[in-house]
């Protein structure tokens, strides 16, 4: 048996993200912070009372999975902007392949922290699990000024990044 549910998280760092997209008119307001949270729990047992501790098990893991997400914020969001960093230098290498009247648009001047936030949006977090063990992922989807098809995305588990690149590594 498998389980979905979307929720909305709201969290404090990310707010007055995308300021930069906003004003340019590459989405329509900046953040206050808020993810849509979508949860993925696959292969909870069905039903009947012996499979009952394993379905309860699976959602606590995901409730405290939340909540560390919440507790540990800040950190998380200086990791998740480490990934960007990257991310957003790899496209400066390849800023030959933008429309030339478009490059200032899609890859502006990033002098501080600040500046890289505000060229990313937050859309999802994606909780998933693929087995009774419980939350084996989180992953962060943004849109953001570099890759406005793909977007940007980081998969982590607890502190560390497993993967970060496009949007899609999240799903």
Same mark, same amino acid.
Request: negative net charge.
């Given at each position: 048996?498998?389980?979905s549910s979307t929720t909305e998280l709201r969290l404090d760092v990310w707010n007055d993200s995308g300021t930069f997209l906003a004003d340019n008119d590459?989405?329509?307001?900046?953040?206050?912070?808020?993810?849509?949270?979508?949860?993925?729990?696959?292969?909870?047992?069905?039903?009947?009372?012996?499979?009952?501790?394993?379905?309860?098990?699976?959602?606590?893991?995901?409730?405290?999975?939340?909540?560390?997400?919440?507790?540990?914020?800040?950190?998380?969001?200086?990791?998740?902007?480490?990934?960007?960093?990257?991310?957003? /230098?790899?496209?400066?290498? /390849?800023?030959?392949?933008?429309?030339?009247?478009?490059? /200032?648009?899609?890859?502006?001047?990033?002098?501080?922290?600040?500046?890289?936030?505000?060229?990313?949006?937050?859309?999802?977090?994606?909780?998933?699990?693929?087995?009774?063990?419980?939350v084996k992922y989180v992953a962060y989807e943004f849109d953001c000024s570099w /890759?406005?098809?793909?977007?940007?995305?980081?998969?982590?588990?607890?502190?560390?990044?497993?993967?970060?690149?496009?949007?899609?590594?999240?799903?």
């Amino acid at each position: 048996m498998d389980y979905s549910s979307t929720t909305e998280l709201r969290l404090d760092v990310w707010n007055d993200s995308g300021t930069f997209l906003a004003d340019n008119d590459l989405t329509d307001r900046p953040s206050d912070g808020t993810f849509e949270v979508n949860v993925n729990l696959v292969n909870i047992p069905g039903g009947g009372s012996s499979n009952d501790h394993a379905r309860i098990r699976q959602l606590e893991d995901f409730s405290n999975t939340i909540q560390f997400v919440v507790d540990n914020q800040r950190q998380l969001y200086e990791t998740i902007l480490d990934c960007a960093q990257r991310e957003y /230098d790899k496209a400066l290498v /390849d800023k030959d392949a933008y429309d030339p009247e478009m490059v /200032d648009l899609y890859l502006p001047p990033v002098n501080s922290r600040d500046d890289l936030k505000a060229l990313l949006l937050p859309l999802n977090i994606h909780v998933g699990c693929t087995d009774e063990e419980g939350v084996k992922y989180v992953a962060y989807e943004f849109d953001c000024s570099w /890759d406005d098809e793909h977007g940007f995305g980081v998969r982590m588990n607890g502190f560390e990044v497993e993967e970060s690149g496009h949007a899609s590594v999240g799903f």
